[in-house]
Structures are given as C-alpha cells and as structure tokens.
C-alpha cells in the first residue's frame, strides 16, 4: 500500500466519510449522534476543510461501526480475521497517513483489521497544550518511543515530563494525555497502544467514543509527580 500526502489523506477520509453516509441515507445531524462530533466538524470534514485528529476519527469509527483502516486506507487489502499466523509487513514509503492540527500520523499494519495494538508513526507539530483542544484517552496501555526531537509528556495526573531520542515511557491510556515538542525540528515519535480486550474485538471498539467521553483540558498548574 503506497502512502499518500497528508493533505490527499485528509480529503480521502472526507469522502469516504460522505459516501458512507449517503449509502446508509443518514443526515450530518444523525451522525452527529451517533458519533458525539458536530454536525459542523463533520462538514467541514466531508469537504476537506479540516484534518480530523485520530481522536475524532477513533469517534467517528466507533459511532458508525466502521473499523478505522476503512476510513484512512480505503481498498487497502484486509486479511480475515479469524486466521491464526497473521502476518503483515510495511515497508518504507508504505502506510496510511494522515494529520490533524497537532500530530502528522503515519499507521502501520492497516492490512489486519483486528489487532491488539494499534501502531502509529507520529510527527509532533504542537508546542503547547493551548494548542489543544481535548486529550486523548483510551483503554488499555501506551508505549511511546521518541525516534528524534523531544517531547513534553502531559498526563491527567502527573507532572510533565521530558522524554529525549532514543528514550521511551510507558503508562496507562486511560489517563487523559497528550505530546508537545520542545524542540526547534518537530519531535518524531513511535507510539504503539495496546488494549488487552482488543484482540477480541473490532478494532473499532477501540476508543470507544461512547465510553470515553472527551476531555476537557484543565489550564491550572500541573499536578505534582507522584513517587
């Protein structure tokens, strides 16, 4: 599977996001309910206007029932599900990519539609957390791995801390968090979250945007680490 621009990525989801909804005759404000994203963002997502983040398109996903390789790498070949010695190679220049106002996302492993991890190559573009407009949260764990750059790490309940090239941190996703590069060139970061129920499931139940609901950032001092 050759990957795309970020730019084309975007446009690709819009329009895969339209045609879905107009076979299944449903309205902007329908899915809207189905999915906890405005009618508004979905609009302007269907017409290119914005890049959603993988956060909304987790949201989106999980409202439609749809399983997230469709919407980032439409017509990317699935392997069945139930066939045990899977395996799937993504080879440089490969993957589905796409971006949002804070992250560019290169996803590895779309071909297998069910996994109990989601591995996601990631360009940090924020600075800071105003930058931001809700954390990510989901089950499970989270493995991240700085590639070059720096980033900022800010959880629900620990104090930022730094992790430099070649340092890694693993913790809890379902404490809200979220990545800011510190330095001049934008941090690259492997990130790899794992939900052991997943294997089990689609992986559309992944974030599941009902369960977690979005939120929101808090401006007050970061609370202190613990020991």
């Known amino acids: 599977m050759v990957a795309q621009a970020f730019g084309d990525a975007g446009e690709q989801i819009g329009q895969h996001l339209r045609r879905t909804r107009k076979e299944r005759k449903l309205t902007l404000t329908a899915v809207g309910q189905m999915t906890g994203v405005s009618p508004s963002a979905l609009s302007k997502i269907e017409n290119g206007l914005v890049s959603p983040s993988f956060?909304?398109?987790?949201?989106?996903?999980?409202?439609?029932?749809?399983?997230?390789?469709?919407?980032?790498?439409?017509?990317?070949?699935?392997?069945?599900?139930?066939?045990?010695?899977?395996?799937?190679?993504?080879?440089?220049?490969?993957?589905?990519?796409?971006?949002?106002?804070?992250?560019?996302?290169?996803?590895?492993?779309?071909?297998?539609?069910?996994?109990?991890?989601?591995?996601?190559?990631?360009?940090?573009?924020?600075?800071?957390?105003?930058?931001?407009?809700?954390?990510?949260?989901?089950?499970?764990?989270?493995?991240?791995?700085?590639?070059?750059?720096?980033?900022?790490?800010?959880?629900?309940?620990?104090?930022?801390?730094?992790?430099?090239?070649?340092?890694?941190?693993?913790f809890d996703s379902s404490m809200a968090h979220l990545y800011v590069s510190v330095t001049d060139e934008d941090a690259r970061v492997l990130s790899v979250s794992y939900d052991p129920e997943q294997g089990k499931n689609h992986v559309s139940a992944f974030m599941n945007a009902s369960a977690r609901p979005v939120v929101a950032i808090d401006r007050r001092q970061p609370r202190k680490a613990k020991a």
């Open 55 to 170: 956060d909304i398109i987790k949201r989106i996903c999980d409202g439609l029932g749809l399983p997230i390789e469709d919407l980032v790498a439409p017509g990317a070949p699935q392997e069945p599900a139930q066939v045990l010695g899977r395996k799937t190679t993504t080879r440089r220049g490969e993957g589905a990519r796409f971006t949002s106002g804070q992250y560019d996302y290169r996803a590895h492993a779309t071909e297998l539609s069910r996994k109990g991890m989601v591995p996601l190559e990631m360009v940090v573009r924020a600075r800071s957390v105003d930058e931001f407009d809700h954390w990510s949260r989901h089950n499970g764990e989270e493995f991240v791995y700085v590639l070059s750059g720096a980033i900022d790490v800010h959880t629900e309940f620990y104090a930022p801390f730094r992790l430099e090239a070649g340092e890694s941190a693993y």
